[in-house]
């Protein structure tokens, strides 16, 4: 049996998920064409990198990520990092020939992304980001729906990212809320997640209008680095900094086949804790997706008789993408950790087969642009075009 062994750079939630469908892959898919192997963990300081090697199940540890991207033994650079170290790693990954899979988004801009994606491509690796929703079998299902044409010609795909964990002005000012550490706020740590959902089921976008806001300025300062999202709070005395990124974003958008739509994201919705959805409307039928219910899709047929129309559920299981690695009864509940198996999966398959697998840097630079284009629409209150 193949084996690649994996690196993996990080040690926070990122870690826990990747580690976690690094072990349990050929649980659930199997035969696979290799299997992943935790060979090291890099954390910043020496005691959280061999807690993390303890805890994720990983054989050796470093405090240095260059140690696993110039170690001969090592196939796979697993970046879960906060988003201004992806393009140096990743550049570096890309040169010593690793393979390389990257939390999303992909750079803080797109002059990174841009500089990743040549790397990439000149060295001839693998490369995937981390959009994991596009993996719940429920939103897999949709588009297997939209390809072959069960609701027609898309005309509006209408979706929504929204969170809660920064609602409270108390919540820290974690990375994500500095744009030299993280890029941009909302749009690019959720605001991405929907853009890679309405590219992969409605296709490329062409144009949009939109607008940012933060409604926060400023958080009390954290103590320590580690992102807690919104889990510990600091005192409403504590010292504040600048927040210089947005909580908030809304657009409208024309895809190139002619369909329209909206987005919005925010981290400050209260009530709101994974609440990504999609609403597609086509010529001859509707889909609607609701992350916090994830093993249902909402299916309307226009083709129905008259008297039975309506929108009809589907709780995905073993008949549906990915099911028949899944678990044998529809509805015994998709989590995150399945998504990021699914994901896992088709990385692994992908280096061993030598097929392309999406979403890829390329996907991850056109985010970019079209996220470079909501900000020029916010600046100047008009239509920007994508340029992907
Ligand atoms: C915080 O908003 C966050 O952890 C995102 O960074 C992830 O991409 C999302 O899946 C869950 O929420």
Redesign the pocket.
Known sequence: MKKYNIGLIGAG??AKAHSAAYATMPMFFWPVAAVPVRRTICDLSEEGARDAAARFGFEKHTTDWRDIVNDPEIDIIDIATPNDSHAEIAIAAANAGKHIFC??PIARTTEEAKAMLDAVKAAGVTNML????RRTPAVALAKKFISEGSIGKILNFRGT?L?D??ADPNAPLSW?FQKKIAGSG?LG??G??VIDIARYLAGEIDEVCGTLDTHIPERPLQQGFA?K?GTVKSGTHAKKGPVDVDDEVKFLLNFRSGASGSIEAT?NGWGRN?Y?TFEVHGSEGSIFFNYERRDELQVYFASDPADKRGFRTIYTGPSHPNGDALWPIPALGIG?GETKIIECHDFIQAIATGQDVSPNFEDGYKIELICDAIKASSMDRKWVKTNC
């Open positions: 939630f990122m939390e999303k981390a959009f994991n929703y990212y969170q964990w920064s994500r909302t740590d959720i991405t997640h992102d999202l981290r994974n990504i995150y």
